[in-house]
């Protein structure tokens, strides 16, 4: 068997390195978050093929997608990581906070940027530490920010002696809001309340019966997979008001709030993207992806929420890509242009209506200090009746004055810990 | 023909006690090391260290742990991953706390800590037998993962609960972190699997492995004729322990550099060991080895004749690979239940007599 496998590998290692653009993808399309996996890895591949068949790749250069299962699992993250390196790999982006930070240092030290968005280690917003990660437009504390200034909102500026509850997944995707959520409490003056929820989240009964016991005002949730949909249910079995659950952009997907039915209505979950299939782009995406039968995956996903954020995923890293041709004057780009291309992007209105994408997502750029974009996000809440997500707030900014000191922090003792000297020349 | 007794004579006890007695087995064993040790570092990369040597190296080490006190004492256990996260956790707290000291003195004092552990969760053993026992040892694996997750210190306060391994050198030669390069990872493992085999292997034919093979097979005969029940079992965990608590520091230190217990010590890690000595065969080192090596290289391998050859998609092949895995599992179960350490010993026997079987 081992003769077996050492021929396969020889095959694998010996096929030439073809002269295109690879985005690997790390998917799941297996497994407990599977549900929430599928979409993102269908919007991810099919944005590419959309540019390779109507644009015939970028700038000239045909894209190619190198789907690798990883299960959320993040040994097998490591397996797809490495297996997919040597093919020339430009940006990663594994969709899973653990194996982010698995692929931190590692991708740091063999020069490809990792793409975080919206997840992954926070502090990767100071790039004169993280060389190599992004996590803009927006990341988790942004995200612990958006929700408390919604409630801010809703309660007139004054939270004092309230109390929010975070239901979190117990792992370090779902810790990572606590340390700011932590800091705004003492700002604010509301009580924070912790409810852990373990891998991978089917049982939550008690959890919930926490939550009734202790009533809080407000529920956050930090979850991903099948635990949003327990969650939420939960919440309608003990009518928990529901416009007072918010949940964080992973927790608000279709797949989420459908098995609740009309227990689900009036859900709110952030967002740092637009929702829904009204933008010029899907014509294309229809005409030259669904229709031409090249749709990723069943190709039943088109214009839901993760299958919208898996597009604009692909979207940035194609700007991305195209910023690194600009800059290097080549149309086969390297890791290490890439890496350029993305620490000077820069997404404006214009360019988004230019890709068929017009309000899509926030104006933002990206410089070496700041990895992360502005920060900006908004609320979006789930009509159950017509059955799609509604943004009820514009894209606002997050407590950038808490969440700035906090990220100078972490990312200061993440230094102090490798031996890493900031700079950002 | 080749693997034959005849004229093989031992002059000397020690030559007559040695590990392989019979000649073929013992080159064989020196071109495996040879091999492992003088060869694969200078052709391994990245991909082969990380996706197949060290994971393979690392689960044959928890293996052997595991096969002690299941297959060579009889006490079964399902809290192996939990102890493997004692030993990653141990390894971490004495690399942030004595950076001075060498990580393998770092290991051998996690395997330590993690002996005197699982020494403690052994204890119920004494009054506890078989399922009864698997499931303490699964209170151990809940209790373990809550800990480590509950308490901040384990994980120095860090804000996502994540242990991250820093780097650290042997002889100047950079064994953890990022910038380690594949042969260092591979060789370190390498060092610490041959080690390890060589303890276990000498542990098992000596009185010691004689006294827990006493008690696995009827533990009140044991007893009449003078085991120390209480010596043999703990012993028994002791020692699994020690070398479940290396695998686990090795786990977290050379081959994930970062870990979260949830995720990478939570109880598929259990049953992913388990099935491996139950696979590779129980009360055999080699058959330590051989269930590691399935275990790990046949899911790497489905992955790359499905999704690599045949170019099929990897949600189809994802679900195959657990079909496929099951069902040769049942199928080892049913037609070798002593798993492939017995097809060796078949394939011995056979060679013993070849090619004149009659």
Known sequence: MRLLTMATAAIMAASPVMADLVFPSLSYRTGPYAANGIPFADGYEDYFTLLNERDGGIGGVAARVIECETGYNTEKGVECYEATKGEGALVYQPLSTGITYQLIPKATADGIPVHSMGYGRTSAKNGAVFSNIFNYPANYWDGASHAVNHILDENGGDISGKKIALVYHNSAYGKEPIRTLTELSGKHGFELMEVAVDHPGQEQKSQWLQIRQQRPDYVLMWGWGVMNQVAIQEAANIRFPMDKFIGIWWSGSENDVLPAGDGADGYKALTFHNLGKDYPLFDDLQKYVVDAGKAAGAGDQVGTALYNRGMYAAMLAAEAAKTAQGIHGTAEITPAMMRDGMEALEITEAKMTELGLPGFGPEFSVSCENHGGNGLGAVAQWDAGAGEWNLITGYEASDQEVIGALVEEDSGAFAAENGITPSCS | ?358
Request: net charge positive; glycine share 10%; hydrophobic share 55%.
């Open chain 2, 1 to 358: 023909m080749f693997y034959r007794e005849s004229g093989d004579f031992s002059t000397t006890y020690p030559e007559d006690s040695q590990t392989f007695p019979i000649r073929f087995d013992r080159y064989r064993y020196y071109v495996v090391l040879a091999v492992a040790f003088l060869v694969i570092p200078f052709i391994i990369n990245d991909y082969w260290a990380n996706a197949v040597f060290v994971p393979f190296l690392i689960y044959a080490i928890a293996a052997i742990g595991l096969n002690i006190l299941t297959g060579y004492c009889g006490q079964v256990s399902l809290g192996t991953g939990a102890f493997m996260a004692v030993g990653a956790y141990s390894c971490y707290k004495l690399m942030t706390a004595f950076p001075e000291i060498s990580i393998v003195i770092h290991v051998i004092l996690s395997g330590g800590i993690t002996a005197a552990v699982v020494t403690l969760f052994g204890l119920p053993s004494l009054r506890i037998k078989g399922f009864y026992l698997a499931v303490a040892t699964l209170a151990a694996q809940f209790f373990l993962v809550w800990l480590f997750n509950k308490v901040g210190w384990f994980y120095n306060y860090s804000a996502s609960g994540q242990i991250s391994a820093p780097e650290r050198s042997v002889f100047g030669i950079i064994v953890t972190g990022p910038n380690t390069e594949a042969w260092a990872k591979y060789l370190i493992c390498l060092v610490f699997v041959t080690l390890c085999a060589i303890i276990a292997r000498n542990l098992t034919r000596g009185s010691m492995g004689r006294r827990w093979m006493a008690i696995r097979d009827m533990d009140i005969a044991a007893e009449i004729i003078g085991v120390n029940p209480m010596g043999a079992k703990l012993t028994a965990f002791m020692v699994s322990g020690f070398f479940v608590g290396i695998a686990g520091a090795l786990f977290f230190s050379v081959y994930l550099g970062a870990a979260e217990v949830g995720e990478s010590f939570g109880i598929d890690k259990s049953f992913l060991v388990l099935f491996m000595i139950i696979i590779g065969g129980l009360g055999s080192i080699f058959g330590s080895f051989a269930g590691a090596a399935f275990m790990v290289l046949l899911p790497v391998f489905l992955k790359n004749v499905f999704v690599g050859g045949l170019g099929w998609p990897t949600d189809l092949a994802a679900h195959l690979q657990f079909i496929v895995s099951g069902g040769l599992i049942i199928m080892f179960l049913i037609m070798e239940p002593h798993g492939l350490a017995q097809l060796w010993r078949l394939a011995k026997e056979k060679l013993r007599l070849w090619p004149f079987p009659h």
